[in-house]
């Protein structure tokens, strides 16, 4: 009997959080040009080792590929390789983002319906993104230009740790919040901060380990599995929903604001169906995104519902 792939968020993280605090401290010391080198030799050692991730990769560049019909688009070693190297480059922006070393003037902002006009007063609204580009971009428009309060949902256990590092590195606009379940406690806390002006940002293409509904839709045509969890959340919460994502496009940073619903209701016998349409909606604009910036969607494990662990 074959064994079921584990969930991604069952994976412990390579010591991630202690790997960021040392990178951090090595950016800040050495600075970004030294530590450089440094990533190169880490990327390379998790490309070679890193067969799961690399054939994820792989099975993700190929579906671009042939959904967009563009076959300068298909996987080589080398298209691989710089994935990986973009997702390194996205950590060094991380850091230039928490340490305050990213002017808002390297910052282009796509907003053509004007969402960044409701983050200055009235309730507060909901943003979901994906891991596509970096996202940290965005909460640094929150830190220094919109001065609004973010709260950032993840399904992460070591929220909490990583508040503590963006507090050492004077964050005071951002904060993370666990959410692995939508419990009334959390659903409460969630309400009053929308009452206060405070916005809420979660990810649309994460499924998390426990207590979440799923919605299995088209992405980059074969049938995927999507978290329901951010438009059950704007439907209990009554707040309009918006998507945001952020691409590097010729050394310069991207914002791209967009409407998506302004409400999202349904009745209890037809809940599924509604969402699943949000969810379907939600899918096809990422493929489009994802084409804008095709080796900047982040997700290095087995994504659609199929699990081809053939080597490669």
């Given at each position: 009997m074959?064994?079921?792939?584990?969930?991604?968020?069952?994976h412990r993280e390579r010591g991630s959080f202690q790997l960021m605090r040392l990178t951090a401290w090595l950016a800040r010391h050495l600075g970004r040009r030294a530590l450089a080198p440094l990533l190169y030799l880490i990327v390379g050692y998790f490309f070679l080792f890193g067969g799961r991730a690399r054939r994820s990769v792989r099975r993700y560049q190929q579906r671009l590929a042939d959904w967009s019909g563009r076959p300068e688009l298909a996987p080589t070693r080398a298209s691989l390789f710089a994935q990986f190297m973009a997702f390194a480059d996205s950590l060094l922006d991380k850091l230039d983002v928490w340490s305050g070393r990213l002017p808002l003037t390297r910052i282009d902002m796509a907003d053509p319906h004007g969402v960044r006009l409701a983050m200055h007063g009235g309730r507060?609204?909901?943003?979901?993104?994906?891991h596509l580009g970096n996202l940290e971009v965005c909460q640094a428009l929150?830190?220094?230009?919109?001065?609004?309060?973010?709260n950032v949902l993840v399904h992460t256990k070591h929220a909490e740790r990583f508040n503590r590092l963006l507090n050492n590195a004077g964050s005071q606009h951002l904060r993370l919040i666990q959410v692995s379940e939508l419990d009334p406690a959390i659903m409460l806390q969630l309400s009053e901060r929308l009452d206060r002006g405070e916005w809420l940002a979660i990810a649309g293409d994460r499924v998390p380990l426990r207590g979440?509904?799923?919605?299995?839709?088209?992405?980059?045509?074969?049938?995927?599995?999507?978290?329901?969890?951010?438009?059950?959340?704007?439907?209990?919460l009554r707040c309009p929903l918006n998507l945001l994502c952020c691409l590097k496009l010729d050394g310069r940073y991207r914002v791209i604001l967009e409407p998506f619903a302004e409400r999202v209701?349904?009745?209890?016998?037809?809940?599924?169906?509604?969402?699943?349409?949000?969810?379907?909606?939600?899918?096809?604009?990422?493929?489009?995104?994802?084409?804008?910036?095709?080796?900047?969607?982040?997700?290095?494990?087995?994504?659609?519902?199929?699990?081809?662990d053939t080597p490669h």
């Open positions: 074959s064994r079921q792939p584990r969930h991604w968020a069952a507060g609204q909901l943003l979901v993104g994906a929150a830190e220094l230009g919109e001065k609004v309060r973010l979440g509904r799923t919605a299995t839709v088209d992405f980059l045509g074969h049938p995927a599995a999507f978290p329901q969890g951010p438009w059950l959340l704007a439907g209990l209701e349904w009745r209890r016998q037809d809940r599924d169906r509604v969402i699943r349409g949000h969810v379907q909606r939600y899918a096809d604009r990422l493929a489009e995104l994802c084409l804008l910036a095709p080796r900047q969607w982040f997700n290095f494990y087995p994504f659609w519902n199929d699990h081809d």
